[in-house]
């Protein structure tokens, strides 16, 4: 194997890969517990691997999404869903979460959004997808630098009846 091939993290070390795995099963069952459906928590996986720039994470939550019932509009306008209608003040303020855990903006900017943010969400939601959203950038990271493939597949979209 040469030195310029891709070296999987999750195939090289595969107890911590188990670790994160069970950390992100157990973020599931507290983001389900505090009334966070997987639609919104796939929403919030797509926007932080969005900024991030991770194809693989891009392309299975996005199947993921569709599958927790997502409309394909709302994943499409989701890097500018600040100016689409289509989100609703909780989306957005989870939206401000994954965006202010990702970017990590200046401190002022960090405590105004996530105060904005917190006005919308009760504690136990405001936490959980702060949460939600360090696990994605954890994952991202992961695919990113194992250069995990993203391989050719259709994406099957419910029609309307």
Not at 137 to 150: E, T, Y
Request: hydrophobic share 45%; net charge negative; aromatic share 6%.
């Amino acid at each position: 194997m040469a030195v310029s091939d891709p070296l999987f993290l999750d195939k090289s070390n595969p107890e911590l890969w188990r670790s994160i795995v069970a950390f992100s099963e157990q973020l599931g069952e507290s983001y389900r517990k505090a009334g966070i459906g997987a639609r919104l928590a796939e929403l919030v996986n797509l926007r932080v691997s969005q900024i991030n720039g991770c194809s693989y994470c891009l392309d299975l939550h996005t199947r993921r999404a569709l599958e927790a019932g997502e409309s394909m509009q709302r994943i499409a306008l989701l890097g500018v869903w600040e100016d689409a209608d289509l989100f609703d003040e909780r989306e957005r303020a989870a939206l401000v979460i994954a965006e202010a855990a990702t970017e990590l903006p200046c401190h002022d900017e960090r405590v105004a959004a996530l105060a904005s943010a917190r006005m919308v969400l009760s504690d136990e939601e405001f936490s959980v997808i702060q949460w939600l959203a360090i696990s994605m950038n954890a994952f991202n990271r992961i695919s990113i630098l194992s250069r995990h493939p993203v391989r050719p597949r259709e994406f099957k979209v419910q029609a309307k009846k």
